[in-house]
């Protein structure tokens, strides 16, 4: 899963990519300091089944912290987008291009009002603007793509009667878009090219406003104007995940509060004493995770679920217990997902066994925190 970071220049994105990544992305105050998409690993976080089993467990392709699991997804920090990037302004197609890829976005939203859209400084800015010219950017990319696929298949489908949907969804296949999307797309707005860009965007990249700096009294202001935004501060998640690594406190990524266990300078005090008062008491946490979490399980529609090779030891064969812990879509079957650990794995299954050892079938729907053992022929 590939997660992309989006938003004007002078937003936050580069700090909200570097708090959940704790990559040294590079961040300064004027517009593209991204040259280049930044890359990292951030991390979905849900329960993971050890407590209520029991069990201590030993994560191999993830993490866990106090029965909290982190499982990896991929993000990508873009350089900021200006209106009429689309077009090539800014640093135009180039960056939009390299979202081509992502599954969904965090839109890096400066909600105090004190940037424009451009990046440039403001006051009382209004934020629901960077917002829709930020979809409208996007939509229009796409727009411009489905254009082009558009002519090539048109002709083809009507004389060959194969469906638009599906030779659409091969012309665009670059753009993670799938056929599914392509036919609600159509049933909802028709081939008209950027209502049908919209629609695209929509479904195959769901984008999530992340309210940055909530800690500045204009952005609280702002926050009812932006729907249903995650208030966030990146500079308050920075803050605590890089006191977290010096050991001068114990903090979990999306925790409403953190435990100090260092000896800190007046300086320190006052600066945990401020993302305090100021973010975690009003709002529950820096927002940061909330906002990956939402995407992820709400708009992306995941769940976690945990493939064992001894259902009775919840071990793989090693003897790590609860070792691996999977994002997949809702509604992935049994079958689905023994092919998504392993094409070998698919080809030679036979059935599974749930935490109850109670054999389930291939068309089995996977539930959120399944431990299942995939049985297969040897």
């Not at 829709?132 to 009507?158: Q, T």
């Not at 979990?252 to 800190?264: A, K």
């Not at 959120?368 to 297969?376: P, Q, R, S, Y």
Request: net charge neutral.
């Amino acid at each position: 899963m590939l997660i992309g970071i989006v938003g004007a220049p002078n937003s936050g994105k580069s700090t909200f990519f570097r708090a959940v990544t704790l990559t040294e992305a590079e961040i300064a105050n004027y517009p593209f300091t991204t040259i280049k998409p930044n890359q990292g690993v951030g991390y979905a976080t849900s329960e993971c089944p050890c407590r209520k089993l029991g069990v201590s467990c030993s994560p191999q392709n993830s993490r866990c912290l106090n029965g909290t699991r982190m499982i990896p997804v991929k993000l990508l920090d873009v350089a900021g987008l200006v209106p009429g990037a689309h077009e090539g302004k800014g640093m135009g197609n180039q960056f939009l291009n390299d979202l081509s890829r992502a599954s969904g976005l965090i839109h890096v939203l400066d909600a105090s009002g004190r940037t424009d859209s451009e990046g440039k400084p403001s006051e009382g800015w209004d934020p629901a603007k960077t917002v829709k010219f930020l979809e409208y950017e996007i939509d229009e990319w796409i727009s411009g793509i489905v254009s082009r696929a558009l002519s090539k298949v048109k002709k083809a489908s009507e004389t060959q009667k194969i469906p638009l949907e599906r030779l659409l969804s091969q012309q665009l296949s670059g753009l993670s878009v799938k056929e599914e999307h392509i036919k609600e797309a159509l049933s909802r707005s028709g081939p008209e090219e950027h209502g049908f860009a919209s629609e695209i965007r929509r479904l195959s990249k769901p984008m999530l406003v992340a309210a940055n700096k909530i800690d500045m009294p204009s952005a609280k202001e702002n926050l009812p104007k932006l729907g249903d935004a995650i208030p966030c501060s990146a500079e308050a998640e920075l803050a605590l995940r890089n006191a977290e690594r010096q050991g001068l406190i114990n903090y979990i990524p999306g925790s409403p509060g953190f435990e100090v266990r260092g000896d800190l300078t007046p300086e320190q005090s006052r600066a945990l004493e401020f993302i305090h008062e100021r973010v975690l008491k009003p709002y529950g946490s820096t927002g940061v995770q909330k906002a990956i979490n939402t995407l992820v399980f709400g708009k992306l529609n995941m769940i976690t679920v945990y493939p064992v090779s001894d259902i009775g030891k919840l071990s793989d064969s090693s003897g790590n217990v609860l070792p691996d812990a999977y994002l997949v879509p809702k509604g992935t079957t049994l079958r689905e997902f023994a092919y998504m650990i392993h094409t070998d794995i698919g080809d030679s299954f036979i059935g599974g066994l749930d935490i109850e050892k109670r054999r389930i079938g291939a068309d089995y729907l996977l539930r959120d925190g399944d431990v299942v053992e995939i049985l297969a022929r040897r």
